[in-house]
């Protein structure tokens, strides 16, 4: 296989129209297709696509077990998400930090959380190889060394 994947990914929504306006016009991405049920985003090079649910949604108690996330980059790229989110006024679930800072594993990270409860998290990464490598470290998710 020559291409690169797309990474397709769908979550619930209660309102096409409140959807686009959080993720086209407060984080920039493009809309696709739509009806009243559903509605297709290019969130970043993956396919995200909002599907209306009937079903009561509620705020997960932390960002384990479930959140969508991507990893930027360059630095620049994660500040410019980060920037226009602030300038958005769109809700951080974390604000901006660094993790892991003077180790293997540092990166830069934040979260929001989009009006349906659904958590998203931007991550910058300053040694690229540990994303999928880093085997050397047993450190994943929130630890106590992770702080």
Not at 56 to 61: I, N, S
Request: aromatic residues 14%; hydrophobic residues 35%.
């Amino acid at each position: 296989m020559n291409q690169k994947a797309i990474f397709h990914l769908t979550i619930p929504i209660s309102n096409v129209a409140q959807a686009k306006e959080f993720y086209a016009e407060g984080l920039g991405c493009k809309v696709g297709r739509e009806n009243q049920f559903a509605v297709i985003f290019n969130f970043y090079g993956t396919q995200l696509v909002g599907h209306v649910t009937r079903e009561t949604l509620t705020r997960q108690p932390g960002i384990y077990p479930r959140h969508l996330g991507l990893i930027l980059p360059t630095k620049l790229a994660w500040s410019q998400i980060c920037d226009r989110a602030q300038e958005q006024k769109i809700t951080f679930y974390h604000q901006p930090k660094l993790r892991f800072r003077d180790q293997s594993l540092e990166h830069y990270c934040f979260f929001l959380e989009d009006p349906f409860f659904n958590l998203l998290e931007f991550k910058y990464y300053s040694k690229p190889e540990v994303i999928f490598g880093g085997r050397h470290s047993n450190l994943i998710g929130e630890t106590a060394a992770s702080n």
